[in-house]
Each structure stands twice: as C-alpha cells, then as structure tokens.
C-alpha cells in the first residue's frame, strides 16, 4: 500500500503556536497533498508537493517532502480557531489519491 | 466557484435495498472518483472513472458497487444490496486535466443502512 501515514492522531495547540504534523508513505510517488477535513464536511484541498520538490508553502502553510525518507511535513504557523479541524495527506499515483488515517488538530483559544 | 454537488447529502436505507448515491463533478474535469469513510477512519478509495470507464477499484469495489456517467453531467455510484457496514460518508470528486492534480471534493453523502 502506498497510503499516507499521518503522525500524531492528535495535537492540541494555542491559538499563535504552530502546528506540525507528518506524513510517512510506502512507495514512490508523483506528488503529495494535503488535504483539510472540518467535521462531517468535505475534504479540502490545501498544497501540492511534486516528487521533484522539497519545500512548498502557501500563506501559513509549509510542506516539506523527502523522497529518499518517503516522508512528508505539514507546518501551520501561528494558528487560530478556526485551523481546527482534521489534516490528511494523500499520495497520488497513476491519478489516484491514497489518503492516511488524518492528524485531529484543536487550537484553543 | 465551481464545485462539486452530491446528493442526498443523507440517505436511510434498509438493509438489502439499493441506493443510488449522485454527484455533479466540475463540467470540464475528466477525471471522477468515490471514496467512501466510515465513522471516525480514514477516507479510503473506492474506484476511479475516466474516458467513461472505470480506470481503478479498490477491493471495496465489488460486485454490489458500480459507477455510471449517465448523462455527460451526472456520475452515479449504485450500492445494489447494502450492509449493515456500508454506513459511511460517501465522497465524490473529481480532477482537472490532465490528471495528477488537486481533487475537488463534494460535501459526501451520509449513507445509513438499518
């Protein structure tokens, strides 16, 4: 399987701190993404990462990748609230996306 | 913006009936997919459709499950004789081309079977 592995289950956080959590996948890959679940919603795309790049950021997002460690970082900076919710990543492969177990994050107020 | 609909965005059903779950994938995406997430789980693939038919299925997808794209507009999943472990969100979406790319996804339906 080819399915992210998401680390922690659960992070509890400050509104302000940063948020972290990893990705870990078994085979190879032609990009990377994270993905951003509010309870009960829909998933909702948040960052791209080719197999090519190593670093991606968008607004308080930063995605690192490692091929050769088949792993990956999502970086949320000075959270809020409203970041509350569940991150997942997602190998794509042959157009097909294999989505991890998910990172549950809280940002207390 | 443009974006994906699914529907009912709830469905009860007893167990052994059929249920036809529907979406509307964005108009010029090529590529169409079900994912289904039970409870608390992860979102786990069901089967990709492109070029009007299925491109991949996952051990899920099995002879209870079949896609259609009735109409140009429509991509249909049908759940011939549900279970009891069918109970889940389903999940439609679909991508641009050429593929490869972000995955827009709908807000699910909520399939209950009793």
């Known amino acids: 399987s080819q399915q992210g592995e998401e680390d922690p289950q659960a992070l509890s956080i400050q509104e302000g701190e940063n948020a972290t959590m990893n990705c870990s996948y078994k085979t190879s890959i032609n990009n990377l993404q994270w993905y951003r679940q509010n309870s009960g919603r829909g998933l909702v795309h948040l960052i791209l990462i080719r197999s090519n790049e190593r670093e991606k950021h968008s607004g308080r997002l930063r995605v690192t990748l490692d091929t050769s460690k088949k792993s990956s970082s999502l970086l949320i900076t000075a959270s809020r609230a409203a970041d509350t919710a569940s991150y997942f990543c997602?190998?794509?492969?042959?157009?097909?996306?294999?989505f991890g177990a998910g990172t549950t994050v809280t940002v207390r107020a | 913006e443009p974006e994906v609909t699914q529907t009912p965005s709830h469905q009860v059903t007893q167990m052994g009936q059929e249920v036809i779950l529907r979406c509307v994938p964005i108009s010029n995406h090529l590529y169409f997919y079900w994912y289904r997430q039970i409870l608390g789980q992860k979102v786990e693939f069901l089967v990709s459709?492109?070029?009007?038919?299925?491109?991949?299925k996952s051990e899920i997808f099995d002879d209870q499950f079949s896609v259609e794209r009735p109409d140009g507009s429509n991509f249909t999943l049908k759940i011939r004789s549900t279970k009891l472990e069918d109970s889940a969100m389903y999940f439609c979406?679909?991508?641009?081309?050429?593929?490869?790319?972000?995955?827009?996804f709908g807000q699910g339906t909520r399939l209950t079977v009793v």
């Open positions: 979406a679909s991508t641009p081309p050429p593929g490869g790319t972000e995955a827009f």
């Open positions: 997602a190998t794509c492969n042959d157009y097909k996306l294999s």
């Open positions: 459709f492109y070029n009007n038919e299925i491109s991949e």
